[in-house]
């Protein structure tokens, strides 16, 4: 089964930076894509970015380019905040997707992790 935890979630001010790390475990295939995606109060889940294992390549949601990177070794992917702002702050989730244009609302839950929350203050 597979399994998934985040961490690195946290308080920061606004232009600050933040690390998050996602775990998968129990994958019994050689490519998949993980994604990280955000869910903030009275709002919807959105996918924020994702990697694709079989090369490496990525997306990102257009709000966070040029600020977020995503990378992954093996089964660990990162996700690097940079110059973090008010409407970043949300709840962060990993998930893992059989490729990065899946619909991740269709993944069960044992595909996502549990959350981590990110609040940045201005």
């Known amino acids: 089964e597979v399994h998934v935890v985040e961490s690195g979630g946290g308080s920061v001010q606004a232009g600050e930076s933040l690390r998050l790390s996602c775990k998968a475990s129990g994958l019994t295939f050689d490519f998949y894509a993980i994604g990280w995606w955000r869910q903030a109060p009275g709002k919807e889940r959105e996918g924020v970015a994702c990697?694709?294992?079989?090369?490496?390549s990525t997306v990102y949601k257009d709000s966070v380019k040029g600020r977020f990177t995503i990378s992954s070794e093996h089964a660990t992917t990162d996700l690097q905040m940079d110059s973090l702002k008010v409407e970043d702050t949300a709840v962060y989730y990993c998930v893992v997707l059989g490729d990065c244009y899946s619909d991740a609302r269709l993944m069960s839950e044992n595909y996502w992790g549990q959350g981590t929350q990110v609040t940045v203050s201005s």
């Open positions: 990697i694709a294992s079989s090369d490496g």
